[in-house]
């Protein structure tokens, strides 16, 4: 049987089932970021402590852009926008606007198999360098090996605004060094300084990709929506329901995690227009990732 207990002092949601193969905590005011996952028995997503989710963005949902916009700076429909520059050190805006939203719950249910949650977001404001409005809904739903990411994205602007949207989950591994991701590409984008988008360069197809000691923060466009993470105790595949897709792969500085994260934009996106989208009013998105363990 499966059950969740609301948190009223933290607002932290936690999700269980009665055999104890699965546990999911939720932080519904860090923007309904999944901080803690079990699968099959599995710890795949664990608290980076001392690492601050001020500065990991572990587990965000990444909206109205995925990564960076160069000096928070774009143009569109002929109109200069000017985003607060989060990244300081890098002079960039970073990571969206939602990932620090409090989410409120509008549904959730559970059953002898499986459990969701059901989250949203309003926004209202009309921000200097986004001034739109919208609604972001975030479903999650788990069985004991499986977990599904829907996130749906509704435009309640009078005027159209440009998108893209990504997840930014950190896994851990037993150990990283004897890990490997699977996953089709054969370009690779081009980075430089402050980790913006450069440009794409065909490469060698990838097929499998062995992590050893690489220190990462790069960025492919996928052939395919799946993505396969092989670790030494357990393998899971992502999958997305978006046509095209990349993937950002980043290592911090913490043992034996790993950022694997599925991404409709790149760095830059609204000036180099890679992966952008641009969502009419009244107009809504959905995209959903699947989450297996195999």
Partial sequence: MYS???????????????????YAKIHLNDGASLQELMLDGKSIIVDLNPLVYAETYASAILFPFANRIKDGAYIFNKTRYQLDTNNKSENNALHGLVYNKAFKIIAHKG????????????????????????????????????MNLLVSIKNTSTASFPFTLGWHPYFLSENLYASNLEFSSHQKLKLGERNITMGVENIEAIKTFNIKDKKLDDCWILDDDTVKFNTPTYQFVIESSEENNFLQVYTPPKENIIAIEPTTGVSDSFNNQIGLKVLKSNASYHIEWRLKMI
């Fill in 4 to 22: 969740i207990k609301h948190h009223n002092e933290t607002n932290v949601l936690e999700l269980k089932n009665s055999d104890d193969s699965f």
């Fill in 111 to 146: 059953g002898n198999d499986s459990i969701s949650v059901k989250l949203e977001y309003e926004e209202n404001a009309l921000s200097k360098g986004f001034p739109f409005t919208y609604t972001i809904q975030l479903e999650y739903v788990f069985t004991k090996d499986t």
